[in-house]
């Protein structure tokens, strides 16, 4: 009995940002029902909708690379790659959630939270010196470790996020601040947007984020979005939060 | 530009939950502010998760955005932390819909639905930047309205409404916006006090400031108009048939977590089984069913539209509809492609209902929740609630039977008349419940839940003097200490304290108010929140406003005392009342008068409407109050007449089936 399974990729933008991930997942099973997408649902006492969802995206940041899995009913007629699914989805999705692209997953392939490594963010922060924060980026970039203190079960340990920041690049051109471009590592130790800034150690005020893409390292050292470009029809990417 | 909303946006990454403040929700009307146009902010007076899915908010909402004279937008109390952002921040309360302030609205119109709001309701009027009190407000402040089953008594909150609407808003709410949008248009002529004469004009809406309460030795004895054009007495209103009224037709689908997350759709309003302890029953008589073809349209299509698997069917009985079984059996066999389940809130004490929600809960089994309210049959029928002991074991064991495990039982205590043998009839029936339990299920389980008894006003019991939270205590301790060892029964109760600050705001006159608002100033917002409730600040506000509460709350009334409520009117014979309440006392039932002959209430003949009701026979089950010795348990034949509603067909006799 093969699975069926379809991945799209959506954005996230505007008032409806500030819901959470939970949220997102109810909002999903309703606008898959709405768009009459046949879900497979699990056997059981308590059937639940085959539905797997990506790196939660921390409530109130914005994105342009979520995604989501959904299993299928394996004899369904209609089209995944048909581009009126993309359409269907975005019709049947609130404001502000826009779908981008959506295709059938090849056999095998391992689940988003398993395969996605890093994510690239996009920073804006509020800051006295955007020179400063350049400069402070350079150090970071060159050390060997970048120290954060986080707090877990309500005890607060150190952790070293140097390994887990790949890439920083510092734009100062917005309005009250500095804008980051970050790609950072989702495992074995994930960096969040908000760790980056703190482990600079200038004054930083975290105004807005929003993620550009994830990202999946391949064994040839390269790295890939979870829907490959091909498959893209990113209309809606990169609308302003 | 009038949104808040970029003042709001940096506050809500500090605020637990922001997506209860964004709005965004399918249903979100667009609503058109402009000259001519009165608007109107519905607010519900609790948190965004408890508010939304207001089925009497939402269907208001509709009605006035689908008027070119009117627009509506929503609020609710915002939580503690975003409150005090806003107040550092100097931000008004503001709709969710396009996040205006609240003060720019003509009227803002508070739900009503548990009397323990009431201190929120001051809060939102203070966050809107509106003087508390009604008597502060100015030609061009908002007028402050209020709705919903706690406006049978809004005396509490009279001092801080400038109006209130008692009964079905459908119609008032247009009655309303023509007087102010006519007083709006030629220049609000006569000022505030003019659009207030004339709003209490309207049938069905209620103006205190027209009104001046008499006290006489420390006692209300009387509530009389000021003016010879405003009605003694205030009648509610009441729409003579739901089918005019399909309403929500677009419910909003929340972007985040609520309660009742789900399609909700009304099947009746009114109740005719005459539990006197119920307000809801008694107040919103007579029945009016809402044809059985329009509630299948109304699911299929709200299904379709919303994308919910799970559909409601609500009303205060909802096995009492006509036909209900091939409702369900349309509605769990139409759905098309994805799985539906229905959920009857108010589930009767019968196997004949077992039997509906085994057909209902194919998909999801999780618990079934019966109110059998009292433990002994006594008890009962002082309450009107005739179920018998076999008709609560049938069911029980009919669900047992059918796969459930777990069973919810409800029960008031504090009831009239109760002894401590009534009291412990409860442990008794929970305790029966599960050794029938055993002989189906590996380990039945049975949650018993109790409350404390409050009086409500137009019911048989609005004389009742309460129980005071020192004998509501004791009576919960004498279930606890009986069922310390009973295995598989779990009880769980409700807060006897709250339950005497929600008898103080139910039954109080006018010096309530001064209390609501003592209890307000010094923090207490929230009431329904246990973590918030505090019965201390309610005492400490008693006595700083020299109110007894002993009078108020713990004291039986007299027959020909005044009631605060009696310059108000919700159809129902005051001697009717009384002499249900003395039925009580002599454990005399009465029984559903659907189906039997009319007692003469005054919910029908007052307003000249009948109960609209499409089957002249009781349906199939137990006792349940119809007083026909139907058949019980399994062996009854499930299977309803279905009949065209008749105009006289919520009278027709029908003792062939006795």
């Known amino acids: 009995m093969s699975r069926r399974r379809l991945r799209a990729r959506f954005s996230k933008h505007g008032k409806v940002r500030f819901t959470s991930h939970r949220d997102v997942a109810r909002i999903w099973e309703r606008s898959l029902r709405r768009a009459r997408v046949p879900v497979a649902y699990s056997a059981g006492f308590s059937p639940r909708p085959k539905i797997a969802f990506g790196l939660a995206l921390p409530t109130g940041y914005s994105s342009d690379a979520e995604y989501l899995d959904v299993e299928v009913d394996p004899a369904w007629e209609a089209g995944i790659d048909d581009g009126t699914l993309v359409g269907a989805l975005t019709a049947s999705l609130p404001t502000g959630m826009t779908a981008l692209a959506a295709a059938e997953l090849a056999g095998g392939e391992p689940s988003l939270q398993h395969a996605v490594t890093s994510c690239t963010w996009r920073i ?107 498959e893209l029809s990113v209309a809606g990417a990169g609308v302003a939060p | 530009m009038s949104s808040l909303w970029h003042q709001l946006e940096p506050l809500l990454p500090q605020a637990s939950k922001p997506a209860r403040y964004i709005g965004g929700e399918d249903g979100m009307q667009t609503p058109r502010h402009g000259p001519g146009i009165v608007s109107w902010l519905l607010t519900y007076p609790d948190t965004y998760e408890i508010g939304l899915p207001n089925q009497g908010l939402q269907i208001l909402y509709e009605i006035l955005n689908e008027r070119p004279d009117a627009a509506a937008e929503r609020a609710y109390a915002p939580w503690i932390d975003l409150e005090a952002l806003m107040r550092s921040e100097g931000l008004p309360l503001f709709s969710l819909d396009t996040h205006r302030p609240a003060a720019l609205f003509d009227v803002i119109a508070f739900n009503l639905s548990a009397e323990l709001t009431y201190t929120n309701v001051l809060n939102c009027i203070d966050l809107a930047q509106v003087a508390v009190r009604a008597e502060g407000r100015g030609d061009t402040d908002p007028l402050i309205g209020a709705g919903g089953h706690c406006t049978s008594n809004p005396e509490p909150l009279a001092d801080f409404l400038d109006f209130a609407v008692l009964g079905d808003g459908e119609e008032a709410v247009g009655d309303i916006t023509e007087v102010v949008g006519d007083w709006k248009g030629s220049g609000r002529p006569g000022g505030r006090a003019g659009v207030l004469r004339a709003l209490a004009r309207v049938p069905g809406v209620y103006v205190p400031s027209m009104y001046r309460a008499v006290y006489r030795s420390g006692r209300l004895v009387a509530v009389e108009p000021r003016h010879s054009d405003v009605p003694a007495v205030v009648e509610k209103r009441t729409v003579a048939d739901l089918a005019d009224w399909p309403y929500p037709k677009r419910q909003l689908v929340p972007l985040t977590e609520v309660v009742h997350d789900r399609l909700n759709v009304e099947v009746f309003r009114g109740c005719t089984r005459g539990c006197r302890f119920c307000q809801a029953g008694m107040i919103t008589r007579p029945v009016r069913e809402r044809p059985a073809e329009q509630v299948r349209t109304m699911v299929s299509e709200g299904l379709r539209r919303t994308g919910y698997d799970e559909v409601a069917l609500t009303s205060l009985s909802t096995a009492d509809f006509s036909g209900i079984e091939q409702v369900v059996a349309d509605t769990v066999n139409g759905a098309g492609c994805s799985q539906v389940s229905v959920s009857l809130p108010s589930l009767r004490v019968d196997a004949f209902t077992v039997g509906i929600a085994a057909q209902i809960q194919r998909a999801r089994r999780t618990g079934l929740t019966f109110a059998p309210e009292a433990g002994t049959w006594r008890m009962r029928q002082v309450i009107n609630k005739l179920i018998t002991n076999d008709d609560l074991y049938s069911a029980v064991e009919s669900a047992y039977s059918q796969g459930w495990r777990r069973m919810k039982l409800y029960f008031l205590t504090g009831l009239p008349t109760e002894t401590d043998a009534d009291t412990l009839g409860i442990a008794e029936l929970a305790r029966n419940c599960v050794a029938l339990g055993r002989s189906h299920v590996r380990s039945p389980s049975v949650t018993v839940s109790v409350g404390g008894f409050v009086p409500k006003p137009f019911t048989p019991f609005q004389w009742f003097g309460q129980n005071t939270v020192a004998e509501l205590r004791r009576k919960i301790g004498l279930l606890r200490d009986d069922l310390r060892r009973a295995k598989g029964v779990q009880l769980k109760w409700h807060d006897p304290a709250a339950s005497l600050a929600e008898g103080l705001a139910s039954r109080g006159d006018r010096r309530l108010g001064a209390v609501i608002e003592h209890v307000w100033r010094r923090g207490g917002t929230f009431q329904e929140w246990s973590e918030h409730f505090d019965l201390g600040r309610w005492q400490a506000a008693a006595s700083a406003c020299g109110i007894d509460i002993d009078g108020h709350v713990h004291r039986h009334r007299r027959a020909d005392e005044v009631l605060a409520w009696d310059h108000l009117s919700a159809g129902l014979h005051k001697d009717f009342l ?81």
């Open chain 2, 578 to 658: 009384w002499q249900d309440w003395q039925d009580a006392l002599h454990e005399v039932g009465l029984e559903d008068c659907r189906w039997t002959p009319c007692y003469d209430c005054g919910a029908c003949t007052g307003y000249g409407i009948e109960h609209v009701v499409a089957s002249a026979v009781p349906p199939a089950g137990g006792s349940q109050g119809t007083g026909m010795d139907t058949a019980r348990g399994g062996e009854v034949p499930v299977r309803l007449l279905e009949r065209k509603p008749e105009a006289q067909s919520g009278r027709t006799l029908v003792g062939a089936s006795a």
């Open chain 1, 124 to 230: 804006d922060a509020a800051a006295a010196s955007a020179r400063e924060v350049s400069e402070a980026v350079s150090r970071a970039m060159d050390s060997s470790e970048l120290l954060v203190q986080r707090e877990r079960k309500g005890r607060l340990s150190t952790d070293d996020i140097r390994p887990a920041v790949h890439a920083v690049e510092v734009q100062p051109n917005i309005n009250d601040g500095v804008r980051l471009i970050a790609e950072l590592a989702t495992q074995p130790r994930a960096a969040r947007p908000g760790e980056l800034l703190a482990s600079l150690r200038v004054p930083l005020t975290l105004l807005r984020a929003c993620r550009l893409h994830q990202w999946i390292a391949t064994d040839a050292g390269e790295r890939r979005e979870p829907l490959a470009v091909a």
